[in-house]
């Protein structure tokens, strides 16, 4: 990269780049990641460009040329960059322009120029085309001439893509300050607003897109991510919801002109039949009913026609049902339980369909918050969340060398050892013999770490004694037929029950700790009335365990030092 | 991160519990998962931070805290400007103001045009706080306060724009004396001259000043960076150097007349000043070896073009003549083939003459075979005459090739009749032809 720009003259945003919708978002000098409308005033720009003698449409207005000038428009391309013409899958092009072989790479087959030749035009030239007019709309925003980025990528965007990217965008004058997946985006967009909390946590972002949906499991712990798992899905999307409607909508106008023939088998009805499905699908993400209304749908006859949500989510509660599938086998896969989530974000465009985040929501146990627009009045929008995301990335690193930037993304620094269990304290419980264990450090926590803890005391004060100990997650089943047991443990984290989403006689799902391996013990003498004790834990890379436990507010306190020497067995 | 609060109490120390500084390690972590955390967020890059420097929580805490603190304080660090002070500079008065070195005087002897107004200030303040009479007199030595005038001389100077800029620009200790042609050939000469040129740029109006380069600068660069200084637009103005105009009013002329003079001065020494960089530049630009490279690949360029040239002159001459001897070549063998095809036409057309000859014996000889035409009985002279005289005729109408046909046609034949309606046929070929008229050869006509 030669025309590298020094951090100090570069103007950094965020880029979420998708199948069928892009965004671009700036960090403002307040720090609120906010997301830049274009010259047409829309937050989300269609990926799609086409060509009119010679003029090129970005956006909704290459949209609406779907229909009239669909051979020459270019759509849902993010894809197939960087691919091989035999791994890519073009059925969503079926109604825009196709791509075609072109040496080792893909490119489109269309008019371009202003006369009427045919120019083979590669996927990385279109990208680069589509980046120049992102970056144009954010610099008349800003005002400022944008030359750096930050991308979201999927999670299983490979180095060849990556690398074709970083290429198309250096075309278009943007410098890639780094990639960023898509779903820590989105956990990212939530934990940088001023009134979120640090705090760790388990979290499941559900990315439902135009073709394809990816959920990721991500542990956060104390604003570290690390992904545990991810599944993709090119099946439930929301294409499909489109088809659903569109199926409904083409099979009353049979029903109702017997003369119009099918709208699907006609090109130009199939296209105005499509555009107008997905305005009514998100037509009815706000509303109750829609109204569907084409113009000349098929054989010259106008079509309108009126449809209610529950009827919506009767037709589609398959794709729903789907999403739910997939959301709970990413958290199969991350061997988690459903108790373990302590938050779902749905992310993407088809995330604001009610019907999705409420069937997740009964799907996962009261303590799982759902965050999505219908289920939380404080959620963001999920469509800018990767934006958002990349925009607060953008800012942090834009003050950055890019040799910084690669050498802090460099695996050295990212492959982490993660805690395989839960390090936490032996409390009282009502059976004086057990003790209860209480967390301090999450199991899936990256070190080295450093966790403070308080506790609280007998009443009486005097001498405690600490056991520092490691914990195993449990899921206690109970069947509800002798009453349910008092509960053992009174944490708000813990007392909690889950309804399964079957008919059948409901259990009783509870989250409870087994004590493992003691790891030490410390004795803290002649506490006051009433004292709480702070407890310290610092884990270091080489599990060396420092804990420091002393009374709040009182003075000296008791040290120790567990060396954590990989494999040995011996203790300091 | 808060720290988490757990409401559970502790468990009282069970009696007999005891252990060195009550702390006793019993186990040992479980082995941990390697993982890819996620490059994103400022506290994955504080964790960054952290790795790539191998610093703990609490020394990074604090060294990040130390530089945050850093960057306000800043502003209180005097280590560019220079404490040494000169003791002839000190004994200095202020009345010889002119004579002094302003930048040396508040310690600024490195930045001297470069230096800021802030940094000036700054100095001032520094060299303030130190040379104070009153200070001095606090410590019991003599009251002398010519130093402290002096600095105070130094800044009203220094920060005035205009009075700074006349003394810049008679400030000998900013200069670098060009360095002589053997200094050059040690191959510093880049070095050297950049320094010149550097300091010498100071008095350009235009900026940025263009940099004497290195080897390696395009002739564009160069040339540009030449034209530049045989086109400089200087600011460098000679009134510091002044004679002092007598203010009292009483003597008006004495006064133009010093006035004139100065004008005079400044008007000579910024001729020679002129005079003096232009030659400058010259002598660079005569030692300048990129001049010498960029004329010989012109050089090299043209001699490359001329030699192309008189190449292709060559190859087309060398065509050309190859063109004639071709054309030579081919002229002689057409002449001969002319010759040879001549010689054997000769020969061909005597054996046709000669056949010719044969051909029109046998007619002549069918004619008498089919008796002069006449029906029967000895032909009457007339018919034999007027038969010949029309054979005859026929032989001179027909060329050599028909007559062959003909006699083709009559050889063998005895018949009369026979021979007779071949020379009627041909008659009526001949008639049709319009070589000969109906009735012409009367005893021929059937």
New interface residues.
């Given amino acids: 990269m030669s025309e590298e720009n020094s951090p100090a003259q570069r103007v950094a945003i965020g880029i979420s780049f998708g199948n069928s919708y892009s965004s671009i978002g700036f960090t403002s000098a307040e720090g609120k990641a906010e997301v830049i409308a274009n010259e047409e005033g829309d937050r989300q720009i269609p990926s799609i460009l086409s060509y009119v003698d010679g003029e090129e449409f970005q956006g909704t207005q290459a949209k609406a040329q779907l229909v009239r000038n669909a051979k020459n428009t270019v759509a849902y391309f993010r894809d197939f960059l960087g691919q091989e013409f035999k791994s890519i899958d073009p059925t969503p092009c079926h109604q825009s322009a196709h791509p075609v072989q072109h040496e080792s790479t893909i490119a489109f087959k269309i008019k371009d120029g202003a006369d009427e030749t045919e120019n083979t035009v590669t996927v990385s030239e279109i990208t680069t085309r589509h980046l120049r007019r992102l970056k144009n709309s954010a610099s008349d925003y800003l005002g400022k001439d944008v030359n750096a980025a930050v991308i979201t990528v999927p999670t299983n965007f490979g180095d060849t893509q990556k690398e074709a990217l970083t290429k198309a965008a250096k075309e278009a004058g943007i410098e890639v300050l ?1 990639f ?2 898509e779903p ?2 989105a956990v ?1 967009a939530y ?2 607003r001023p009134e979120a ?3 760790d946590k388990i979290v499941v972002v559900a990315d439902l897109g135009g073709i394809r949906s990816d959920v990721a499991v ?1 542990a956060s712990r ?7 798992a991810t599944a993709h899905d090119y099946d439930v999307a929301g294409t499909q919801l489109d088809k659903v409607l569109m199926d409904h909508f083409a099979k009353e106008f049979m029903k109702k002109h017997k003369t119009g023939g099918d709208p699907r088998e006609n090109d130009r009805s199939l296209a105005k039949l499509k555009l107008e499905s997905e305005a009514v699908k998100k037509a009815l993400s706000i509303g109750a009913s829609a109204n569907f209304s084409v113009e000349s749908l098929a054989n010259g006859i106008d079509y309108t026609a009126t449809i209610n949500r529950s009827r919506y989510e009767l037709l589609a509660s398959k794709h729903f049902q789907a999403f739910t599938r997939l959301v709970t086998h990413a958290v199969e896969k991350a061997e988690l339980d459903p108790l373990d989530i302590s938050e779902i974000i749905l992310a993407g465009g088809s995330a604001h369909t009610p019907r999705i985040a409420s069937s997740l929501q009964s799907a996962f146990p009261e303590t799982t918050t759902v965050l999505a627009p219908s289920t939380s009045p404080t959620a963001l929008n999920p469509s800018e969340l990767a934006v958002r ?1 990349a925009a ?2 953008a800012s ?2 834009q003050e950055f060398d890019v040799e910084d930037i690669v ?3 460099h ?11 839960a ?1 936490g ?5 009502d059976s ?1 013999e057990s ?2 264990f ?3 450090v999450d199991a ?1 926590t ?3 770490v ?10 009486e004060g ?6 520092l ?2 914990g195993a997650r449990h899921i206690k089943v109970t069947k509800p037929e002798p009453k349910p047991k008092a509960e053992k443990t ?2 708000d984290s813990d007392d909690e029950d889950s309804d399964e989403d079957s008919e059948e006689e409901e259990e009783i799902r509870e989250k409870t700790w087994k004590v ?10 002649e506490l006051k009335k009433g004292a709480k ?2 407890v310290q834990i ?3 890379a080489n ?1 060396n ?1 420092n804990c420091i436990f002393r009374e709040v507010g009182g003075k000296g306190g ?12 011996g ?2 | ?14 009696e007999g ?1 005891s ?1 060195e ?25 504080a ?2 931070r ?3 420097h191998k610093r ?2 609490s020394e990074d805490d604090r060294i990040q805290a130390q530089t945050n603190v850093k960057k306000v304080e800043d502003d209180d660090d005097l280590g560019e400007i220079s404490d040494d002070e000169d003791p002839l500079l000190l004994q200095r008065e202020a009345k010889d103001w002119k004579s002094q070195d302003h930048y040396a005087v508040l310690g600024l002897s490195k930045h001297r045009y470069n230096a800021s107004e802030d940094l000036i200030k700054k100095a001032h303040r520094k060299k303030v706080l130190k040379h104070h009479p009153d200070k001095k007199a606090a410590i019991g030595a003599a009251e002398d306060d010519q130093f402290f005038k002096c600095i105070q001389k130094a800044t009203e100077v220094l920060l005035d724009p205009v009075r700074r800029r006349q003394f810049d620009s008679v400030d000998e200790a900013a200069e670098v004396e060009p360095p002589s042609k053997k200094e050059t050939q040690k191959g510093n000469f880049y070095k050297m001259w950049g320094k010149v040129f550097e300091a010498e740029g100071r008095f350009s109006n235009n900026k940025p000043v263009p940099k004497l380069g290195n080897e390696k600068s395009t002739k564009e660069e160069v040339e540009n960076f030449y034209n530049f200084w045989y086109n400089f637009d200087s600011w460098r103005t000679f009134e510091y150097l002044d004679e002092d105009v007598p203010d009292d009013n009483e003597n008006r002329d004495q006064k133009r007349h010093v006035e004139r003079k100065n004008q005079n001065a400044r008007r000579k020494k910024k001729t020679e000043d002129t005079a003096r960089l232009r030659k400058l530049v010259d002598d660079c630009l005569a030692l300048d070896e990129r001049i010498k490279k960029f004329r010989q690949e012109e050089h090299a360029q043209k001699n490359k073009r001329r030699l192309e040239k008189e190449a292709e002159q060559k190859r087309l001459a060398e065509e050309a003549a190859k063109a004639k001897e071709e054309e030579a070549k081919r002229k002689a063998e057409q002449e001969a083939a002319e010759k040879a095809a001549k010689a054997d036409s000769k020969k061909a057309k005597e054996a046709a003459k000669n056949a010719a000859k044969k051909n029109k014996r046998v007619v002549r000889g069918a004619v008498k075979d089919a008796n002069y035409f006449h029906s029967a009985g000895d032909a009457p002279a007339a018919q034999i005459d007027s038969a010949l005289n029309d054979v005859d005729t026929i032989i001179a109408k027909i060329d050599n090739e028909e007559l062959a046909a003909l006699t083709a046609k009559l050889n063998g034949k005895k018949d009369a009749g026979e021979i007779k309606q071949i020379f009627q046929d041909e008659v009526k070929r001949l008639v049709d032809a319009g070589k000969t008229k109906e009735g012409e050869l009367k005893s021929l006509s059937a």
């Fill in positions: 780094q960023i997946n820590v985006a990212l934990d940088a909390k640090l705090s991500i104390g604003g570290i991510y690390t992904i545990l995301g607060i990335q942090l690193v050498q802090s993304t695996p050295m620094v990212t492959v982490t050892p993660h805690l395989s269990h390090v304290v032996l409390c009282i419980s004086e003790g209860v209480q967390s301090i899936e990256p070190l080295p450093r966790r403070t803890a308080i506790i609280s005391t007998p009443r005097g001498d405690v004694l600490i056991k100990t490691e009174k944490s493992g391996k003691v790891l030490a013990e410390a004795a803290l003498k004790v702070e610092n884990i270091d599990l365990v008791v040290r120790g030092l567990l060396a954590g020497g990989k494999g040995q067995n203790s300091a | 991160m808060a720290s988490v609060q757990i409401s559970l109490p502790l468990p009282v120390l069970p519990w252990a500084k009550d702390f006793k390690a019993i186990g040992q972590l479980s082995q941990a998962t390697d993982r890819n955390i996620e490059p994103v967020g400022p506290h994955f890059l964790h960054a952290r790795k790539r703990t929580f």
